[in-house]
T-cell receptor, first 112, second 115 residues
């Protein structure tokens, strides 16, 4: 059974603080996607990482794919209340396989 | 905008009734997925279509659930004899078999409440 362990499950911090969310697996992924989901809406794709060691930046969000392509992290700098939401990671085992392996999500609350 | 469209957005029904949800994928996408999501959890895979063929069904998809994609475009998910445990957000996603990396794009979901 392929698992993607996401941590922490829940994080509540003050505006301006930094945070990191982790996704770890024993499986090797051909790519890994990060999504953000707000209450009552579907997940919105933030980024896809495909190369081991890759780092992608999206404003204050930094995404990293592990060298072995088994893990990934999302770092938010100077978090803002607008960053509040459920963050999900999902890994693809191969380019042709339809299936994504999903993390359980990190519920992030940024307090003003 | 030609994103993934789902309707209705919300459905309230009484236990035992049948419900049907519709998903219109991104027009050039030939892969379509249905997921179920409960509050604060990640999506749980239900079923997957490539064009009109239903290629995979999860064990979560009991006999009361059926999905179709008759012409390889929109899809419907029907739940018969609904139970309170069916209350959840039902998400549809689509992706292209060409291009990058099985990137799935989601609709806004249909929230089902079974009373």
């Amino acid at each position: 059974t392929q698992l993607l362990e996401q941590s922490p499950q829940f994080l509540s911090i003050q505006e301006g603080e930094n945070l990191t969310v982790y996704c770890n697996s024993s499986s090797v992924f051909s790519s890994l996607q990060w999504y953000r989901q707000e209450p009552g809406e579907g997940p919105v794709l933030l980024v896809t990482v495909v190369t081991g060691g890759e780092v992608k930046k999206l404003k204050r969000l930094t995404f990293q794919f592990g060298d072995a392509r088994k893990d990934s992290s999302l770092h938010i700098t100077a978090a803002q209340p607008g960053d509040t939401g459920l963050y999900l990671c999902a890994g693809a085992l191969s380019d042709s396989n339809y299936q994504l392996i999903w993390g359980a999500g990190t519920k992030l609350i940024i307090k003003p | 905008d030609t994103g993934v469209s789902q309707n209705p957005r919300h459905k309230i029904t009484k236990r035992g009734q049948n419900v049907t949800f519709r998903c219109d994928p991104i027009s050039e996408h030939n892969r379509l997925y249905w997921y179920r999501q409960t509050l604060g959890q990640g999506p749980e895979f239900l079923t997957y279509f490539q064009n009109e063929a239903q290629l995979e069904k999860s064990r979560l998809l009991s006999d009361r659930f059926s999905a179709e994609r008759p012409k390889g475009s929109f899809s419907t998910l029907e739940i018969q004899r609904t139970e309170q445990g069916d209350s959840a957000m039902y998400l549809c996603a689509s992706s292209s078999i060409r291009g990058a990396k099985n990137i799935q794009y989601f609709g806004a979901g249909t929230r089902l409440s079974v009373l």
